[in-house]
Every structure is written in structure tokens, then in C-alpha cells.
């Protein structure tokens, strides 16, 4: 489920529509976490599927470290893609503002880490990074988890309106690594090996 505080909008032509932030969401907020109305695909589920649903698939879904297709039920589904994301994807199924979001701001993620099946040409923002690979995670991995690490600890000082979606288990764990009794996973556990 997509932060509440966010709408679709149309950014432009190259890009379409995306999702933009109605009020500010401060850096540590979960923007997005996975939820029982999310629908996962197996490859042969999807390998089953008439072409226009398959279309449909490549197009909004992402591929979890099991190598399912996952469908957000919801505005999630329009996340675009940047280079120079403000959300950014953890090893426990939530994402979360890796930075300030204001009004009017576009959420965005780096779709690298979204084990992606064919490499694709992003649009040029001015950053070393032109292409995303599928194995961008084994690539970034280590950059990625320095930025969660610098924001996770404001996951327990801001206002968490998706905390309910975050099981018991998993916020103990938040609770945990930001107290240093326990070193916080990877997000380079998500990536898919085919």
C-alpha cells in the first residue's frame, strides 16, 4: 500500500503519470509496504497468461528474491523510475524516504533494485548511471544499505501512518537494529537469482 498522503498526477510526457506527495512525508516515513491485497505471480502463472495480461504485467509489477511477479493493488503500481530516488526499498517488504518529500514532489524509486528481466535506458538525470541491469542490486547493494542506514533510525521518530501494515515481528526488528542489538539486513537479500 502506497503512502496515504500521495495522489496520481500526470509529470510529463516522457514519463507520464506517477505518484506525488499531497503533504510533506518526512525522511524515515514508510512510503510503501506490501500488503495482503498484493498480488504475487508465479513465472508459470504468468507464463499461462494471455498476452494483454502478460503486457500488463511487465509493465507494473516488480520481481521479489523469489522471482514473482508482485501487482500492487493500488497507486503503487505508478512509482517511476529514478536515479536519484527519494524512496528507497528494504529487506522487510516497506520502503521508505531515504529524504524530505514535499508537496508536489514526485515519490520515486531506483528501479535496480527491483530485479528487473531485461535491461532498460533511464531517463538522463546527469548521474554516472544511464542503464538499469538486472543485477543492479548485486551492484548497489552496499551504497543502498549506506542510505537506509543513515534514515532508519527516524523510522521510530515520524508519524508511521502504514506502521499497521508491518507485522509485530518486523517492527521489533526496526525497534532492535536502531537500539545496535541487531546489524540491519541487507536489500541486497531481495535480488532474484534466476
Given amino acids: 500500500m502506497i503512502h496515504p498522503h500521495t495522489e496520481i498526477r500526470f509529470i510529463n510526457e516522457q514519463k507520464g503519470h506517477g505518484v506525488v506527495a499531497t503533504q510533506f512525508i518526512p525522511a524515515g516515513t514508510i512510503t510503501w509496504a506490501l500488503d495482503k491485497l498484493d ?8 507464463q499461462k497468461l494471455d498476452p494483454l495480461y ?15 511477479m508482485v501487482l500492487c493493488w493500488d497507486n503503487g503500481r505508478f ?22 518529500i514535499h508537496p508536489g514532489e514526485e515519490l520515486t524509486d531506483d528501479y535496480g ?14 548521474t ?7 543485477d543492479d542490486l548485486l551492484n548497489f547493494s552496499e551504497m543502498w544499505d ?3 542506514l543513515e534514515v532508519f533510525p527516524k523510522i521510530l521518530e515520524v508519524n508511521q501512518p502504514l506502521k499497521n501494515l508491518v507485522s509485530g515481528e518486523i517492527w521489533s ?22
Avoid at 39 to 46: K, V
Wanted: glycine residues 6%; contains cysteine; hydrophobic residues 35%.
Fill in 113 to 126: 533494485y527491483l530485479n528487473v528481466t531485461s535491461p532498460f535506458e533511464g531517463i538522463d538525470e546527469g
Fill in 54 to 68: 502478460q503486457h500488463i504485467l511487465d509493465t507494473y509489477t516488480y520481481r521479489n528474491k523469489s522471482g514473482n
Fill in 39 to 46: 498480488r504475487e505471480f508465479s513465472p508459470a502463472e504468468f
Fill in 173 to 194: 526488528t526496526i525497534q532492535a537494529i536502531n537500539a545496535g542489538q541487531v546489524t540491519m539486513a541487507s536489500i541486497g537479500e531481495n535480488y532474484f537469482r534466476p
Fill in 79 to 100: 512509482v517511476n523510475h529514478s536515479f536519484k530516488s527519494n524512496c528507497l526499498s528494504t529487506a522487510y517488504d516497506f520502503e521508505i524516504a531515504i529524504r524530505d
Fill in 146 to 148: 549506506a542510505q537506509l
Fill in 128 to 134: 554516472s548511471r544511464k542503464v538499469v541491469y538486472s
